[in-house]
Nanobody
Framework: QVQLVESGGGSVQAGGSLKLSCTAPGYIFSSCGMAWYRHAPGKERDFVSSIAINGTTRYAGSVKGRFTISQDTAKNTLYLQMNSLRHEDSAMYYC????????????????WGQGTQVTVSS
């Protein structure tokens, strides 16, 4: 069982920043694409960002220019730096790992964390 563990969520005012982290077994970073998804109450789970094995990054249009995905393989950690947060960014954020093809589909990711809550007050 692959265990992904997210952290870094919390409550912040609109315009603020948060940095999410996701730790995973080391072999995951060399064999899987990684992604962040989010799920707000009453809405579908949405793609946020992904990073492929070759380092290619992709973002949902709603977060492009505000969020940055990165990884530190020495620390076995995936990050999501979130700046200029908006109320509509409030959601449970999930880390995912898998083949990552296609990068935008949740079915491309076989392994999921338990999530970390982000709440942005306006």
């Amino acid at each position: 069982q692959v265990q992904l563990v997210e952290s870094g969520g919390g409550s912040v005012q609109a315009g603020g920043s948060l940095k999410l982290s996701c730790t995973a077994p080391g072999y995951i970073f060399s064999s899987c694409g990684m992604a962040w998804y989010r799920h707000a109450p009453g809405k579908e789970r949405d793609f946020v960002s992904s990073i492929a094995i070759n380092g290619t990054t992709r973002y949902a249009g709603s977060v492009k220019g505000r969020f940055t995905i990165s990884q530190d393989t020495a620390k076995n950690t995936l990050y999501l730096q979130m700046n200029s947060l908006r109320h509509e960014d409030s959601a449970m954020y999930y880390c995912a790992a898998g083949r990552g093809i296609p990068w935008y589909s949740s079915y491309a990711y076989a392994y999921w964390g338990q999530g970390t809550q982000v709440t942005v007050s306006s």
